[in-house]
């Protein structure tokens, strides 16, 4: 279960930056709460894939932000 607190943390980590970026917040959101609803109807943890993904929105925003 732990895991999933860390992806929610981590999830909304995506908040300020979107904003710094001018990234839709609400598309981001959305993206995640469709992943956390599968975890939870599914009653398990993110999936590696889920992982990445999250981690790819994160690096995207920040080198938006490098640049």
Known sequence: ?????DFVD???SLVP???QT???VVAL??????ALA?????????TDA???NLNATID???GQLKD
């Open 38 to 46: 599968a975890m939870r109807n599914e009653n398990r943890g993110p």
């Open 29 to 34: 959101i959305e993206q995640q709460r469709t």
């Open 60 to 62: 995207g925003l920040m």
């Open 17 to 19: 930056l979107a904003i």
């Open 22 to 24: 001018g990234a839709s």
């Open 1 to 5: 279960m732990n895991e999933v607190f």
């Open 10 to 12: 981590k999830a909304l």
């Open 50 to 52: 889920e992982w990445s």
